[in-house]
């Protein structure tokens, strides 16, 4: 483990700081042996037609193994694609670095639905209280607290969210996400009826079984339009 995070340390440094889409950043989510809550916050970088980055091949290689979920509404569906800014479960059989090269996505928002949706940030982090905020219809944001194998309430710790992660959502009704506009640091302190200061519902369980529909299949039902 610890060889994983030096290593993951080394890589962060070289990562870039400059705002350009087109520019070729690196994340490094961390996938531990189990369930993990992921999310796809770039767009892979391509190089004569194949994606180079080794963290896409071993989720792709999960996906290819049934071990990668998407969540609709009707519950969860084998991720055969890739959605930026789409939030997913992956089971892992070991503990590893999903070292991830891309460019930041030319689409800014990320269309939420009634209920609960699973979301990642894109290139940059986010302050949890900056969306609710900006969108009234949010209520509740949960995050996977790994060590103690249970979700977190990202209201209530205040936690940046993390390109590479995976975060429940859950909106009054169907919404616009707006992935701009933010900075990195904490806002001011809204009045109390404004923002709940801890999310007010629970997330849905983590995958016990997969469905026979794809994600593919879920969206020709014309569910979705992510």
Sequence with gaps: MKKILVVAILLLTTMSAHGDHDEVKTIIPIMYEGWNLLGFSLQPYVVNDSIVSSGYDAIMYAALDDRVWYFHQTGYAIADSFVIGEGFWLKSFVDAPLIQQGIASEKRIHILYE???MISPLEDE????LLVYSHQTIDSIWG???????????????EHLIPGYGYWMYAA??????????????????????VATQSQRQPPDAPAYIKAKTWGEIKGDGRSKR
């Excluded at 986010?126 to 209280?129: N, T």
């Design 144 to 158: 996977w607290d790994r060590n103690n194998f249970q979700y977190k309430d990202m209201l209530a710790t205040q």
């Design 173 to 194: 009704h169907d919404d616009t996400l707006f992935y701009d506009g933010f900075s990195n640091q904490s806002p001011p302190q809204a009045p109390a009826k404004i």
């Design 115 to 117: 209920g609960w949706n």
């Design 126 to 129: 986010i302050h949890p209280l």
